[in-house]
């Protein structure tokens, strides 16, 4: 009777796991919706309703194919990139390069980014992927995904601080409106604190002691709080993982000569990011590009991104399509017949470079369940 009984908590536990997958997606598939709505309903209130925004297919008909191609081929040289610094990191720590698992665990960290809260679950669930690959050593699993964070993040944060120094010259040099003031100071912020992320990382690294008592205190004051209820398990469990954090971070900078190259690709691969969205509103928009209108989309691409970096959705979906909107419209409604299309250029522009991933690992996700209910049957029918 022990034995028969056995498989039922896990098979009750394996239940509940699905139950809450599928929670988890339908809810941000609603998510994703009605951020889609949010960006059409905005499009119409910024340009004070006095154009509609425009159907699919007269937005195809007037979408510029040259520019849509060359749009698809950004995406195509950001995700060629992204590929590329995993393959050379895995190189670095392992000595051999791994296609497939770079590959992996690119697409992983793509899809956890979008459904974690602040876009924070990506590395995590890298670190987990590679530990579960044998022959990758534990340090290397952990200081793959933590060596291109912190190189993309400084990268990334740096360049935008420089734009955001000459954004309201570049916004000043036509009659476009100036961005809200509030906006721009969460953007200064945001970016800020995202620089400093990486910072604190390699300088908490070298003092793992002082860290793993903070954390052990944290922890002791989340029980007297009551949100923490085995104490000694969780301070076990989580101070354990930040030495281990701390000892794949100084593994990062042990090598910090061989990572030359991968500032190299964090660098194309931030003009690539910067570039995407002035390539939908040339193909959307269907406008002729200029230095002034690359320079102004380039400013407020990352005065709207940073500005929803800090609302704690999923990958911060809606927060980017709103403030990319409202943000977007001030350099769009001054261009005849681009206001109409608004809501088509911050659709398109979020769908390959967020929700493309995001159905992709829903997808995966789905095939993966559907695979093993299928091999339980067919194994319960064997025996």
């Given at each position: 009777?022990?034995?028969?009984?056995?498989?039922?908590?896990?098979a009750?536990?394996?239940?509940?796991?699905?139950?809450?997958?599928?929670?988890?997606?339908?809810?941000?598939?609603?998510?994703i919706a009605?951020?889609?709505a949010?960006?059409?309903?905005?499009g119409?209130?910024?340009?004070?309703?006095?154009?509609r925004?425009?159907?699919?297919?007269?937005?195809?008909?007037?979408?510029?194919?040259?520019?849509?191609?060359?749009?698809?081929?950004?995406?195509?040289?950001y995700?060629?990139?992204?590929?590329?610094?995993?393959?050379?990191?895995?190189?670095?720590?392992?000595?051999?390069?791994?296609?497939?698992?770079a590959?992996?665990t690119?697409?992983?960290?793509k899809?956890?980014?979008?459904?974690?809260?602040?876009?924070?679950?990506?590395?995590?669930?890298?670190?987990?992927?590679?530990?579960?690959?044998k022959d990758?050593?534990?340090?290397?699993?952990?200081a793959?995904?933590?060596?291109?964070l912190?190189?993309?993040?400084?990268?990334?944060?740096?360049?935008?601080?420089?734009?955001?120094?000459f954004?309201?010259?570049?916004?000043?040099?036509?009659?476009?409106?100036?961005?809200?003031?509030?906006?721009?100071?969460?953007?200064?912020?945001?970016?800020?604190?995202?620089l400093?992320?990486?910072?604190?990382?390699?300088v908490?690294?070298?003092?793992p002691?002082?860290?793993?008592?903070?954390?052990?205190i944290?922890?002791?004051?989340l029980?007297?709080?009551?949100?923490?209820?085995?104490?000694y398990?969780?301070t076990?469990?989580?101070?354990?993982g930040?030495?281990?954090?701390?000892?794949?971070?100084q593994?990062?900078?042990?090598?910090?000569?061989?990572?030359f190259?991968?500032?190299?690709?964090?660098?194309?691969?931030?003009a690539?990011?910067?570039s995407?969205?002035?390539?939908a509103v040339?193909?959307?928009a269907?406008?002729p590009?200029?230095?002034?209108?690359?320079?102004?989309v380039?400013?407020?691409?990352?005065?709207s991104?940073?500005?929803?970096?800090?609302?704690?959705?999923?990958g911060?979906?809606?927060?980017?399509?709103?403030t990319?909107?409202?943000?977007?419209?001030?350099?769009?409604?001054?261009?005849p017949?681009v206001?109409?299309?608004?809501g088509?250029?911050?659709?398109?522009?979020r769908?390959?470079?967020?929700?493309m991933?995001?159905?992709?690992?829903?997808?995966?996700?789905?095939?993966?369940?559907?695979r093993?209910?299928?091999?339980?049957?067919?194994?319960?029918?064997?025996?």
């Amino acid at each position: 009777m022990a034995e028969e009984s056995a498989p039922r908590p896990q098979a009750a536990e394996q239940k509940k796991k699905m139950r809450n997958w599928w929670i988890k997606t339908v809810l941000l598939l609603a998510l994703i919706a009605f951020s889609v709505a949010v960006m059409f309903t905005l499009g119409d209130y910024v340009t004070e309703n006095e154009v509609r925004q425009v159907g699919f297919r007269e937005m195809l008909e007037g979408m510029s194919v040259p520019f849509f191609f060359a749009f698809l081929g950004m995406i195509a040289l950001y995700i060629a990139i992204e590929f590329l610094k995993f393959s050379y990191l895995l190189k670095i720590y392992t000595g051999k390069w791994r296609v497939r698992t770079a590959m992996k665990t690119m697409l992983l960290g793509k899809y956890y980014d979008g459904v974690t809260p602040f876009a924070s679950g990506g590395q995590p669930f890298q670190i987990y992927y590679l530990l579960k690959k044998k022959d990758i050593p534990k340090g290397a699993a952990a200081a793959v995904p933590l060596a291109r964070l912190i190189v993309s993040l400084a990268v990334w944060c740096v360049f935008s601080l420089l734009v955001m120094c000459f954004a309201p010259d570049v916004l000043a040099s036509s009659d476009v409106p100036a961005v809200s003031a509030t906006v721009r100071i969460v953007a200064w912020f945001s970016v800020f604190l995202n620089l400093s992320f990486p910072v604190i990382l390699g300088v908490l690294s070298f003092f793992p002691r002082f860290v793993m008592k903070l954390t052990a205190i944290l922890i002791f004051l989340l029980k007297k709080m009551h949100i923490v209820k085995r104490k000694y398990a969780v301070t076990k469990k989580y101070v354990r993982g930040v030495k281990e954090y701390c000892i794949a971070i100084q593994t990062v900078l042990k090598k910090w000569k061989l990572l030359f190259p991968l500032l190299l690709m964090c660098i194309a691969e931030t003009a690539t990011t910067a570039s995407i969205p002035f390539f939908a509103v040339a193909a959307i928009a269907n406008v002729p590009m200029t230095g002034e209108l690359y320079l102004q989309v380039v400013s407020l691409n990352i005065i709207s991104q940073f500005s929803a970096y800090l609302i704690p959705t999923p990958g911060n979906t809606g927060a980017v399509e709103t403030t990319g909107t409202i943000v977007f419209a001030t350099v769009l409604i001054t261009r005849p017949g681009v206001n109409a299309v608004l809501g088509w250029v911050i659709l398109v522009w979020r769908f390959f470079t967020f929700y493309m991933y995001i159905l992709s690992g829903i997808g995966l996700n789905a095939f993966e369940i559907a695979r093993s209910a299928y091999r339980n049957r067919k194994a319960k029918k064997a025996s």
